[in-house]
């Protein structure tokens, strides 16, 4: 059996093959231009490498619910060309094969969840913050998904004395993908991510964003870990700042796991979101 | 059949027998004093009124996990007497029925979803801002846990510009609870709730943080609706205000149902407690 897996992103999509276990054993990555272009690559690759079952996770907002009329669909995208684009219908009228459609950050939560960070525990949260900020929720070891998917980047926190930094959300003057995702920490600095210093002045701004969403997310789901991936979060000197405002604004309000084993980098690195769909891929051959 | 229903608070238990269908039969209040007097209570009246199963849903924090050892105790409540009390294992002692055991807003907000304001729609949340802010999730239809029940009184939000009133949260700077429960809007005004005139210049504060939270629950769960219930919202005025202001801060990101549908008032009134728990009796006995 050979499993597949989509993971697309805005910029580009990683196709790929592998094992039941989560393996990879042979990938590509097509640049995202038109869906008629970058579709064609993607129908190629799983011409040329036939599979049994696909999973596939996509940028979005995306139809989710089955009971949807915009179910498979990349819906509102402001991505010239792919909103309103129906990619599972695409890919069910060229493949007959299993196909399991969720979010690019569901896909990585299952992966972090099944073979990840997280495989000894059921409930998990993946959050990227990168050119966006998204999370997946994995609740009892199955994807969390609501009407719709989550959008947690947009979550509204409250905004740091002093920090009269303008959002970089076009929807929200307060949210934690406008104050701390990657293009927010570009302008705040005037530099590109990865030439700002560890002692940055903007780190505890950004690490006190993202504690106090570690914070909501503790409220709302009680996950057993909350496991912080994308560009932003290179920093690795971010993890025990945020740690530590955690701590200080959960105040002990609540029991969690030692944060130490609670706010955790990615256990797959890069692969979470290839792992997870090939994981998906598995499932909807079991369900088919 | 004759099914029972306990919905344990601080201030009192309400004891209730009743159907399949959540009607009421008959309904006790007992005051909550210490476990052993208010126990007592409990045991006799449903030993004068022999029921089939019962679904508790229980002040806390309490233990909600099966494999947590503390489940099905009221943990470390502040409440003398109640503190790492057995409330599960006492009454399984004494009545060998089936049993559900869960939070008072899990409870509600089952009842509410099975026969209330969301009994067509999967996904739902009951939030109610009394004495304290606690809210339960209904997801497909089930009670949502994590590790843990969800503490979602306590998620941080934007502090209003200009807005110094201290935290009544012991552990919070800045939580839903503390700047927005029922006590807050007591100090805030040094009035009691129901004396405080409907266009008090409080009320739009106080809206605003709700919204807030309501737009936190929208990206965190995208439910199909919000229902507010408790104390405060007998100001009816809060509604309005509080859609006018999600809208505000939603900022059309995602697409959401008609306001009117989505931010609601219980359907059960004071019922949803009992309510649910008589439907969670059911769904015990029907698992046993
Ligand atoms: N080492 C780094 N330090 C800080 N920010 C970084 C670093 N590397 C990348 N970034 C930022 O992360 C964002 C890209 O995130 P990434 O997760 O790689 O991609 P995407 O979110 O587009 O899938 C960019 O805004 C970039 O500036
Ligand atoms: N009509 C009202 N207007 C505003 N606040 C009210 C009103 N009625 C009760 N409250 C407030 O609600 C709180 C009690 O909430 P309630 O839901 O009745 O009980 P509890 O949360 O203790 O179960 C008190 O703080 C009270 O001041
Ligand atoms: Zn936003
Ligand atoms: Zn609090």
């Keep these: 059996m050979l499993l597949g897996a989509i993971e697309a992103g805005g910029t580009k999509f990683v196709c790929a093959t592998g094992a039941e276990n989560g393996q990879v054993s042979d990938r590509i990555s097509i640049l995202t231009t038109t869906p008629a272009e970058t579709m064609t690559a993607v129908d190629d690759y799983f011409t040329t490498h036939p599979v049994d079952a696909i999973g596939i996770g996509s940028f979005g907002?995306?139809?989710?619910?089955?009971?949807?009329?915009?179910?498979?669909?990349?819906?509102?995208?402001?991505?010239?060309?792919?909103?309103?684009?129906?990619?599972?219908?695409?890919?069910?009228?060229?493949?007959?094969?299993?196909?399991?459609?969720?979010?690019?950050?569901?896909?990585?939560?299952?992966?972090?969840?099944?073979?990840?960070?997280?495989?000894?525990?059921?409930?998990?949260?993946?959050?990227?913050?990168?050119?966006?900020?998204?999370?997946?929720?994995?609740?009892?070891?199955?994807?969390?998904?609501?009407?719709?998917?989550?959008?947690?980047?947009?979550?509204?926190?409250?905004?740091?004395?002093?920090?009269?930094?303008?959002?970089?959300?076009s929807y929200h003057d307060i949210c934690l993908e406008g104050l701390a995702a990657g293009p927010a920490v570009g302008k705040r600095t005037g530099k590109a991510g990865k030439d700002i210093p560890v002692d940055d002045p903007v780190w505890p701004i950004i690490a006190d964003y993202i504690a106090?969403?570690?914070?909501?997310?503790?409220?709302?789901?009680?996950?057993?870990?909350?496991?912080?991936?994308?560009?932003?979060?290179?920093?690795?000197?971010?993890?025990?700042?945020?740690?530590?405002?955690?701590?200080?604004?959960?105040?002990?309000?609540e029991e969690v796991p030692p944060l130490d084993d609670y706010i955790v980098p990615a256990g797959l690195g890069n692969n979470s979101g290839i792992a997870g769909g090939l994981l998906l891929a598995q499932a909807a051959l079991k369900n088919a």
């Design 212 to 253: 106090q969403a570690c914070v909501n997310l503790t409220v709302a789901f009680a996950p057993d870990k909350i496991i912080l991936n994308g560009g932003v979060m290179n920093q690795r000197q971010l993890f025990p700042m945020i740690r530590e405002k955690f701590a200080a604004y959960l105040n002990g309000y």
């Design 61 to 169: 907002p995306i139809g989710v619910n089955p009971d949807d009329p915009k179910y498979g669909y990349i819906t509102t995208t402001p991505k010239p060309g792919w909103g309103d684009f129906d990619f599972l219908g695409h890919l069910k009228s060229r493949f007959n094969i299993p196909l399991y459609w969720t979010t690019d950050v569901n896909e990585a939560a299952y992966g972090e969840s099944m073979i990840g960070i997280a495989k000894d525990v059921p409930n998990s949260i993946y959050m990227t913050i990168g050119t966006g900020v998204g999370a997946g929720v994995i609740s009892q070891n199955h994807i969390f998904n609501g009407r719709t998917h989550t959008e947690l980047g947009h979550m509204r926190l409250n905004r740091l004395p002093g920090d009269d930094f303008k959002s970089n959300c």
